[in-house]
């Protein structure tokens, strides 16, 4: 009996180990380059040319301290989190109260709404960057925050996320709580929304990854390097700093981290969030 | 305390017609059950008087009020939901007072409305657990503690014990009598389930497609249904029923079983022989030895319960289920014959109404 249990247990494995064995080396092949960076950050100027080693032999911090004392890291940190934090709380309220609003709430042109959010979907938002930036430039938001912010708050699929979940809720929910005397906005703050408080932090954390990380659109609209976003400040550090390796590739880290950090801390939530968003992509 | 008068009721759903023209008057304290097959309309009728649908026709009274159009969250009434509609964010205490919540009412206020309801239903405990740490029974009272806070006229329940399992219905069907008994609000409630509207209402009312088919206290719809549809929905095990021909005369009702003839008590005299059906129930149907009796048949199945035995009896004329002493022991396969509590018969028109006795 043991033997016939044993063969196949040993082959099943043997499968799995020649997996984990192809999943690792796949991932070495992907992290190398970021360890990379990371070391070569850690070197001196002299050194990122000459020091081969996996480990650098005189590890230093003197890139970071650089780019923090002789750039404006800081600032461009700040706008950063600023537009960051704008655009996904935005679109997160905004998104719920669409959701809501498709799914829960009889209007007239409902289901017009619906289709045109469906059809946004469907157009990448790189192919309307030229209108955004004439738009902004008109209206004078150039270089400015929220000329960062608003063409960032169109994300139609937060409110599909929304509208699918609002959808999902057993009709009980709602006529429990209009029995009880509830208003909409009672009904949406009170049951709805704390009903999908994870499905909130999931869609906050994943756009607020996607607004840090977003290059594109603050490029374009932040030409005033007191206003330039992380992402794009950095690309700056390279003409600052000539072809001081180092110095970029601790600029590059320095911007990195705090998306690094976030998605390490909630790294279940954000993989229910690209879950959620892929289940509509389809 | 008050009435629900239902006066020419309907709902349509675009060419559907879910409720037919319905007039029902529960009386102040009454518990009214609405008894009947998936799809008879008995949620949607309930889901009117809440105020969760809309009626197409027809008016609503609460009391002296006319609430037909009137909002659900000031008719007076309270809802017990299918699946208790707990929200899972707030605990058993927020969820008690969730009414007295939005409408403002003090902390302190809602404090004490929760503890007393909680003493209630023996739920003081767990007013700080989340509806997931409970098991299905406190669950459904938290839903009843919800219902109670608001101090309603009108109690209405829609198949509140449906997703308890069996033992836990028995104890919460007792719990539920005791509240009526304690609180004497008009209760309506809605079940599929004809043990809990017999054990439960004072008032029955059975549904069958959208309109009443039969009104009444529990043991008179058991002892004289309206219909076929009543006698066989109400009962448990169902009614039998067998095919026949009557007759009248002047001794009684003629009835031609097969091969059979027996004598039943007068009803409206029949101008002509016609087909009819005869239901028995179980407990009136009586085994007799082989050759005995108005009906032959061999034993299909025993299910000895303990406290009783049910025999299903394999006839010419379908299966006849009945109810025999639990010391008697049998054996499937065997021969045997079967006799009626002629009192007990019931005789059903070929359109299904009942004829009664005269």
Known sequence: MNNTHATP???????????????????????????????????????????????????TLKNYIFDIQNSNLPIWYLNSTIVSVGVTFLVVFMGACTGFAISQLNFPGRKALWWMILASFMVPVSALIVNHFIIIADIKLLNTHLGIILPMLIAPVTVIVYKQFFDGLPKE??????????????????????MNW??????????????????????????????????????????????AYGRVLAGAVLAGLPVATAY???????TQAITLSAGIKG | ????????????????????????????????ALLGPSGCGKSTMLRMVAGLESVSEGQIRIGDRDVTHVEPAKRGVAMVFQNY?????????????????????????????ATRVAKMLQLEPLLARRPAELSGGQRQRVAIGRALVRNPQVFLFDEPLSNLDALLRGQMRLELARLHADLGRTMVYVTHDQVEAMTLADKIVVLDKGKISQAGAPLDLYNAPANRFVAGFIGSPAMNFLPARANS???????????????????????????????????????????????????????????????HVDTEFGQVNVESDPALRLEAGANVGLSFEKNKVHVFDADGTTLPKL
Not at chain 2, 12 to 21: K, L, N, S
Not at chain 2, 100 to 105: I, K, N
Request: proline share 4%; aromatic share 10%.
């Open chain 2, 249 to 311: 005369d002047a001794n009684g009702l003629q009835v031609t079983l097969g091969a059979a003839t027996m004598t039943l008590p007068a009803r409206a005299t029949l101008a002509a022989e016609r087909p009819v059906e005869l239901g028995v129930r179980p407990e009136d149907v009586h085994l007799q030895n082989a050759g005995d009796g108005t009906l032959q048949g061999r034993v299909a199945v025993v299910e000895a319960l303990g406290n009783t035995t049910f025999v």
């Open chain 1, 9 to 59: 247990a040993r082959r099943f494995d043997l499968g799995a180990t020649l997996l984990t064995l192809l999943t690792i080396i796949a991932a070495v092949i992907w992290f190398f380059p970021v360890y990379w960076g990371i070391v070569t950050s850690l070197r001196y100027d002299d050194q990122t040319v000459k020091d081969f080693a996996l480990i650098p032999m005189e590890p």
């Open chain 2, 1 to 32: 305390m008050a009435s629900v008068e239902l006066t020419g009721l309907a709902k349509r759903f675009g060419a559907v017609e879910v409720i037919r023209g319905l007039d029902l008057s529960v009386a102040d304290g009454s518990f009214c």
């Open chain 1, 198 to 243: 994870g499905v909130t932090t999931a869609l906050a954390i994943i756009t607020f990854i996607g607004a840090w990380n977003s290059f594109l659109w603050p490029f374009l609209a932040a030409q005033d390097e007191m206003m330039m976003t992380v992402t794009v400040g950095i690309t700056a550090v390279q003409d600052t700093f000539g072809v």
């Open chain 2, 85 to 113: 509609a707990l929200y899972p964010h707030l605990t058993v205490a927020q969820n008690i007072t969730f009414s007295m919540s939005l409408a403002g009412e003090p902390k302190a206020k809602q404090a004490e409305a």
């Open chain 1, 264 to 270: 390490l801390l909630f790294q279940r939530r954000v």
């Open chain 1, 173 to 194: 929910f709602r006529e429990a709580a209009v029995m009880d005397g509830s208003t909409e906005f009672q009904l949406f703050f009170r049951v709805f929304l704390p």
